[in-house]
C-alpha cells in the first residue's frame, strides 16, 4: 500500500498566492475579468456519476471552486413514504439507490422488524446476508467500471458491467428481478434460492476472480492509471470525521470503520471477515481498497454459499399486511453498502403508515461536502475521477 | 455507556434514555442544551460522526423533533439526541462548527421542513428543489398527492369499483334502495 | 392586408423569451420553430433507412433507467451492433432516451437538451414513470406523462425495462422511422405553444430561452 | 498527362482514401470491441452514420467561422493526402507529388486542426475553447518528434520529395527506413499515436470530461463533414507514415500494390490501437511532458546519428 | 513508473482472442428467469374479484372493472383487475396478497408501443401473448403475507362437552378477537352473501380498532338477533370469504358474537340510543321467531305500534324450539329478544291463533300483517312403520328438551337426514345418553349440515352410515328392527348425484328410537281459507315479492315459512325487507 509522506501532502498543495486572491478566507472570483471561466459539468454530462451537476469556477485548467448540484433526480422518497403502508413501502425503498438497492431493501425491512418485534428465521438471514454481499460484489463490479472509464480506458468497464450483469443473472433466479429485487420484505424473504442456484455461484465466483486478475495486470499496473489516481483528491484522517466520511473512503484513510465488523447484523458474526484499511487516503489507494473489498466480498460469498442450510423458513409469521400496525418506536438501522454506512431510521405512532422514514446515504456528504473540497486545486480532467473515486450515487444523496 | 450518560446528566438534565438496542440509545434533551451536549460529547465523549441530522414533523403536538445521530467508533456506540422545537418558528442553532458537513443536512432541513438554521453556510441556497412556491414539501400538511393531481394531470379514463358496492348494486339494487336500515341514525 | 396586420403576424410569431433578463435575450433566438418538410419521397426514404440503422443517443441518464443503458452498452448486450451508439453532446444525438422518471429539475434540462438536438430526432421513454406517473404518481417533484412535455415515439414497459426490452423499443423505433412515422420534432413545431404552456405550467424558475433550436 | 486527367486521378484517390479510411475505422471499432469482449458494429457502420448526420433537416450556424472550421478542416485533409504519391509508381495513385511536398504536407496536417480551432471557438460552447487549447498544445508537441524524425529522413535521404524516399527504400526490406533509421522510426511512431487521438492522447476529445471537444456545438452537415475528412486525413497520415518509413506500397499491379498499402497501413495503425487499447487517456499536461522528453530526445538522437555517423 | 506497469496493461489484449461475452440474440435467446416477475396473469376462473389485490397496490395501479364473460354472484363480485402498466412497478404484491391465487406473473418483459393508451389491459380477459406462459413469478409455499390460519377458539373437551349441554366454545378474547379481526382483507364479498347483507368488514374494521360501540350500531342497522347469530348463524358469509380459497375463512360469527359478548343489555339500549316516535300505525305479527321480531324491531324503529301473536310460552321461535342449549345458550337469545321488548313491542304468549274469526279481528284492525309462522311440521320418510310410538321427529325432540319434559330414548339411537337439525338431533340425543347414528341417502360430504357440525358430530363419537335408505321398520320388542337398503351414487353433469338403491344390498339394525330429521313443513292452516286460497305458495312455501309482500297486498310474510334457505338469518334478513316492504306499502 502507497503511503504518502508529509512531503508529498504538501507539494501537492498548489500555489494558491496568486490567483483566486481571498479574502476572510473565500475566494474573490470576478468573471469579468476574464481569469475565470464558469463551466457546467451535468446533468447532460457523460463524465458525471449519474443525474447531477458541478457547477466549476476555473482558471485554464484548474478548478478554483466548484459546487455541486443535485436534486434532478429528487422523488420525494420520505414523503411518499409517509403515505404508503409498511408492506408498500419496501417496493419503493429500494429506488434509493440503482446499482445497489438491496442495502436499502435490508434495512427498511430490518428496522420495521425491529419496531414490530420479528425475529427473521435462520434461513432467511442466511439468505439475506448472501444477497447483501452479491448487492455489493454487482455495485463493485460497477464502480471499478466507472473509474476506469472516468479515465478514458473503456475495456474495463465493458468487462466489469458485463460481468456484473452475469451476477444480475444470479439475482435474476434468486429474486425475480432484475436491477430491483424487491427480495427482503418486512418478515424475511420472498422466496427460497432456486435449485443449483449455489453451484452456479460458486461458478461465478471463480469466473469473477479469473476476471480480476486480469483487471489487477492491466488497470492497477498500470503507469498512467498510477499517475493519475495517485495523490488525487487526497482525504485526510482528520477530514474523516469533519466530513462524515465513510465506508472505503474512510478506510483508506486508515478510519477502521465497517459496519459489517464494527456493529455486526446478520450473519456476518458467523463469517471470516477481516478489516482492510490503509493509509494514503487517495484516490488510488480508495481504488486499491474497494480491490481488495471485491476480492473479500467473493471470499465472503464462497463462505456463505458453503455455510447456508439447506433447509428451513424463510419468512417469520407476520400478521395480514394489509392491516399491518406497528407499535410507537423509532430505530436506526444501518449496514455496510459499497460507498459506507447506509442507515435508515424509521420512526412509527403506532398507525398503519410510518411517520417518518428518514435515508442516510453513505454518499450524502461525500459527494457534496467532500466533493467540493476536493475538487479545489485540481484539474478539470480529474474530476471525473475524482467524482468517481468518491463513489458518488446521487439517488441516495436527493432521495 | 451508562457511564457516558451520567456524566452527561450531571452537566445538564436528560429528558429520556431509550435503550433501542445494545448499540443504540435515543436521549432527548432540551432544546438549549444542543451545542453544549454536542460538543461534549464530541470532545469529551469520542463520538467523532455525524451519521445523520434529520426533523420529525409532529403536527398534532405543534413540535418537530431534531434528531442527531452520533457515532463512537470507540465502544461501538450508535446515540441519537432527540430535541423538539416549535412547529411556528422553526429554529436552531448551527451546528456546523462542530462538523462542517452539518450545513448540507441544515440546508436540506430548511428547504424540506423550513427549519431555519441562521449561520449556516449556504442555508439559504436550494437544495434539491427549484423553482418551489409551495409550503415546505417535507411538511405534513402538505399534501402531496393533491399537489401531483392538481399540477401533473394523471392520464384520464381510469375507473374503478368498490367491490361491496358493486355487487350491491348488481344483486340486492333494490333492498340496498330502500332506506339503509330502520334505524334513526342520530 | 395591411401593413399594421402584418406586424402584429411577425410580433406573434416572435417568442417573448420570458425568464430571461434582458442583456440575455439578445442571445438566443425568438424565432418560432417552423415544421420542416420532407424531402423527395424516395430520398427521404433512403435518408429514413439510413436514420435508423444510425440511432445516436444522446448520453443524458435522466433516471433509474440509466443503470440498464448501462449494460445494454457493454459487452454483454453490445448495442453498437445494432448501430446504436451514445452521443456526449445534444447536438449530435438523434434519439433521447427519457430513462423513467422526470423530476421537475430534470425536466427542464430535457426540454432544453431535446430542443437543442438537431431534428429530425426522436424519443423513447422508458419505464411506467415516463407514461402515467409510475410508482411515483403521487409524488410532488416528479411529472407523470412526460408526452405532455415533450413529443414520445415509442414507449418500452417495464420498471426498469431490461436491456431486451431497451433492444425491441430500438428495433421498433428503427421499423417507424423506416415506416417514415416519426415526426416528434415537426410535432413539436406545429404544436409549439401547447407543449411550452404545459412545461411552463410544471417549471416555475422558468430562466431559460423558450427557443433554443 | 494534362490537368483534367491529374484531376481526375485525384478524384478517384480521394474517393478511395477516404472510403479505406472510413472502412479502417469501421475495422478498428470491431477489433476494440472484440478486446472488451463483443462484436462491435459492422464495419459499414461510419458510412451509415455520415449519411444519417448528412440527412438531418435542421442545423444550426453560430456564425461564418463556424461553417469555415468544418471546411479548413476538410481543406487540411485533402491538402494532406492530395501531396502524398500513395502507390509509389502509379500514374492514379501519385496525386500531385512533387519536390518539396513534405514540408506542404506537414503543413497541411497543422492547417486542418489550426482552421477547426477557428470554427469550433466560434461555437460558443465554452468545452470547445478547452478542446481546442488543449488540442492545439497537444498537437504542437507531438509535432516536435514528428518534425525531427523527417528531418533526420530528409538528411538521411538528402530530399525532401516523398516519391524520393519511397524509391529509395525500394529493393530490400532492409532498406526500409525502419531499418536504416530506426530511432526516427520510433520517434514518429510514438507521435503517430498522438496524431491519431486514441488513448492515451485522447484527451482532446475526451467523452468523460469534455464531451467530445472542439466538434461539441458541430451538427449535422458540419458533422458529416468531419467525419469524412476523419476518413481521409486517417488513411492520408497512415499512407504518409507507410512512404517514410516502411517502405511505400510498391507494385506494377496496381491491385497488388493497393493491396500491400492496405496491409502496411492497417498494421501502422493496429501500432496505435494496440497501445490505445491498453492505456487510459493522460492529462494534458502530461502527455505535453510525455513529448517533449522521451521522443523528443530519440528524435533529437536519430538527426544526430544521420548527420554524423 | 517501473516497466512492469507499462508492459502489464496490454495483457487486455487476452480477451480479444477470447469468445465475446455477447448474446447473440437477445430477444429471442433470453427468456426472463423461472420466477422473473414479467407481465401479469388472471386464472378466471380463480379470481372472485376481490379487490386486494387493488389494495396493496401501492402504485394505484390496479383498477376493478366489469368484465363481460363474468357473471355477478354471490361468491363472485364479476369485477376482475385492470393493471395500468404506466404505474405497475412489477414488485408483485399483488401476486403474493392475492388470497385466491389466480394473479401470477409470466416470464415475459418485452412489451414496446407508440401508443400509452395501450398500457392498461384486464389479464385474463385481454389476449396477450403472454398468457400461455408457464414459468413466471407465483407465490412460494412457505411465503405469505396475509395470514390463512384462524384464530383457535378456546372450546370444551369432547368428553365434557357430549354429556351436558353446557355451550362448548367459549368466544373469543379482546387479543384473538383483534388478531382474528386484522386477517380481514375488507373486500366485502360476504355481504352479498349474507342473506342480512350485514357490513361485516365495517363491524370487523370496528373490532380492530378496538370500538366495540360502533361495532355494536352497525350490528344492530340488519340484525337485531347479532348475539344469537354470532352463535348459530349458517355464516354463509364465511364460505365466500375470499380468505377460504386457500385457507379457513375470517370466523366472521365469532367475531360477531365476540362484539355481543363485550356489552350487556344495559349497556346495548345506551349504546343504540334509539328513539321512537310513534305513527299511529299499529301491525300485527304472528310469531315471535327470528323473523318476526327483526321485522318488529324495524317497525317499532319506524314508529309503528306492533303486537305479536305467539303460540309457546317464550319467543324465539325455532331459535329457541330448535337449537339446543349447548349451542345457544337461552340467556343469550333473551338478551336479544329483551331489547326488541324494551323498545315498546308488544307479545302475545301462549296465543294460538287457531279460529278464523281470531285472525280476522287481526287482519281487519291492524294496518298489515308479517306472518312468519315458522316450520313445525316434519316430513314423513313415508315408509311402513312410521306410526310406531318409538319414531318421533327432530323438532319435536328438541322441544321436549327446551321445555324440560323427561325423555327416555332407550341405549340406541339412530336419526335420518343430514341437515343441521339431524346433527342437533343426534348430538341432543347422545347428551341424553344414547348411542347415535346417522343415516343418510347421500355421501358425507353431500350433507347439507356445516362441516364443523358434522365434524364435532364425529369427535363426540356419532357413527355415520352415509348411502343408506330405510326400507322397513318393524316392532322388536321394546325396541325397533330395521331394515335399510344401500344406495350407489349416480352422477350426471351439473346435478347433485342422485342416490339410487341397490337391488338387495340390504341389512338389519336394532335401535331403540328412530328420529327423523329430514325436513320440516309450514303450518299454515291457521289463516282463513279465502286468504289462504289467496296467498300463492309453491312448494309448501309462501311466494313473496322483494319486500316479503305475498299476493294479499296487506299481508307480508318472512322466515321459514317463505324463503327456502331456513335459516335463522335468512329470517331476519326477511324481518327486515318486510319492515321496509310494510312501511313503504303503508306510505305508498
Known sequence: MSRISKNKYDNFKADRSKFPQMENGKAIIDLDSHKFTKLWQGPQHPGVTGNMAVELTISGDEIVQAKTHVGYLHRGFEKLLERRKYIQCFTIVCRICVPEPDTNEYCY?????????????????????????????????????????????????????????FWLDLFEEMTGGRIYHMYMIPGGVRKDLPEGFIMRAKHLVVETRKLLFDIEKSFFNNAIIKSRLKCLGIITPEMVDEYGIVGPNARASGKEYDVRMNNPYLKYPELDIKMITSMGGDAFTRAEVRYQEIHQTLDLISQILDKIPEKGEIQAKIPNVVNWKIPTGETYVKAESTRGEHGFYVVSDGTKYPRRVYNRGASYTQAISVLEKLAVNTSISDLAGLMVSLHTCPPEIER | MEQILNRLKQKIEIKSVINKRADLYFITIKKEHIELVLSHLKQQENFTHLAFLQAVDYIEDDKFQLTYMLYNYDIKVNLGIKVFIDRDKSEMTSIHKLWPHAWQYQRELKELFGIDFPGSPRVDESFVLEGWEEIPPMRRDFDTLAYSVKTFYQRPGRTTNDPKRYMKEKLYKNFAKSPESGRNDE | MNKKDINNIEKEMKLANEGLSEKERTLFSDARPTPVKPLNKYLEKFLNWARAESLWILAFGTGCGAIELRPLMTSRFDMFRYGIAPRPTPRQASVFVIGGYASIKTIKRIVRSYEQMQGPKFVIALGSCTI???????????????????????????????????????????????????????????????????????IKDWNMPDYNW | MNITTKILYAIISVLVATAYGLTLGGIVRKIYARVHGRYGPPVWQPFIDILQTHGKRVSISHGYMFYLGPVFRLAGGLGTYLFIPVIFGSVVFSNFSMAGDLLLVMYFIFFGQLGMALGAGEGGHPYSPIGISRGLAQMSTFEVPFALSVIALAIQYNTLNITTIVAAQQGSILNWTLFTNPLAVVAAMISLLGMNMHSPFSIVLAPQEIPIGPPIEMNSSFLATLQTNRGLFGAAK???????????AAHPNIFIALAIMVVKTFLIYMFSVFVGAAFPRFRPEQSMRFFLKWPTIIGIASIILVAYF | MSLKDIISPFNVWKRAAQKPWTIKDPLNDRPGADNYRGFHKNDFDKCVGCGTCEDICQNAAIDLVPVQTVETDMSDSGLRPKIDYGRCCWCALCVDVCPTGSLTMSNDYTWVTDDPE??????????????????????AENFQLIDFDRIKMNELGVEERSSSFIEMVKGYSKEQAIEEAERCLECGICVARCPAHMDIPEYIKAIREDDIELAVQILYKTNPFSASCGRICTHHCEDVCSLAHNGEPIAIRWLKRYILDQVSPEEISKILKDIIQTNNKKIAIIGAGPGGLSAAYYLRLLGYEI????????????LRYGIPEYRLPYDQLDKDIDYIVSLGVKINYNTKISEEAKFNEIYNSHDALFISPGLWNSIPVNITGEELPNVISGIDLLNKVTNKEEIDLGSKV????????????????????????????????????????????????????????????????????????????????????KPVLIKGETFETNLDTFIIAIGQNADLSFLPTEIRDNIETKWGKVVVNELGQTSVEKVFSGGDASNSKADAVSA???????AVGIDRYLNK
Open chain 5, 414 to 497: 339412530a336419526v335420518i337426514g343430514g341437515g343441521n337439525s339431524a346433527m342437533d338431533a343426534a348430538r341432543t340425543a347422545k347428551r341424553l345418553g344414547a348411542d347415535v347414528e346417522i343415516y343418510y341417502r347421500r355421501r358425507i360430504e353431500d350433507m347439507p349440515a356445516d362441516v364443523e357440525e358434522i365434524e364435532e358430530a364425529q369427535d363426540e363419537n356419532v357413527k355415520f352410515f352415509p348411502q343408506t335408505t330405510p326400507l322397513e321398520i318393524k316392532k322388536d320388542g321394546s325396541g325397533l328392527k330395521f331394515i335399510w337398503g344401500n344406495n350407489k351414487m349416480i352422477y350426471e353433469e351439473g346435478k347433485r348425484p
Open chain 5, 572 to 578: 331476519i334478513a326477511d324481518g327486515h325487507k318486510a
Open chain 5, 118 to 139: 395501450e398500457y392498461r389491459f384486464i389479464p385474463g380477459a385481454d389476449k396477450m401473448k403472454w398468457d400461455d406462459c408457464e414459468k413466471g413469478y407465483k407465490r
Open chain 4, 238 to 248: 497512415l499512407v504518409l507514415f507507410m512512404n517514410l518509413y516502411f517502405g511505400g
Open chain 5, 307 to 318: 303486537e305479536i301473536f305467539e303460540s309457546n310460552e317464550k319467543g324465539g321461535g325455532m
Open chain 3, 132 to 202: 402515467n406517473g409510475g410508482m411515483y404518481y403521487d409524488s410532488y417533484y416528479t411529472i407523470n406523462r412526460i408526452d405532455h412535455y415533450i413529443p414520445v415515439d415509442i414507449y418500452v414497459a417495464g420498471c426498469m425495462p431490461r436491456p431486451e426490452a431497451l433492444i425491441a423499443g430500438f428495433n421498433k423505433l428503427k421499423m417507424q422511422i423506416k415506416a417514415g412515422k416519426c415526426d416528434g420534432m415537426n410535432k413539436y413545431a406545429e404544436n409549439f405553444d401547447w407543449y411550452k404552456e404545459n412545461q411552463k405550467r410544471v
Open chain 1, 109 to 165: 425491512s430490518t428496522a420495521v422488524e425491529e419496531l414490530a418485534g420479528i425475529e427473521i428465521p435462520e434461513k432467511a438471514k442466511w439468505i439475506r446476508t448472501l444477497n447483501m454481499e452479491m448487492s455489493r460484489l454487482a455495485s463493485f463490479l460497477m464502480w471499478l467500471g466507472g473509474q476506469a472509464g472516468s479515465l478514458g480506458m473503456g475495456a474495463i468497464g465493458q468487462w466489469t458491467v458485463g460481468m456484473r450483469d
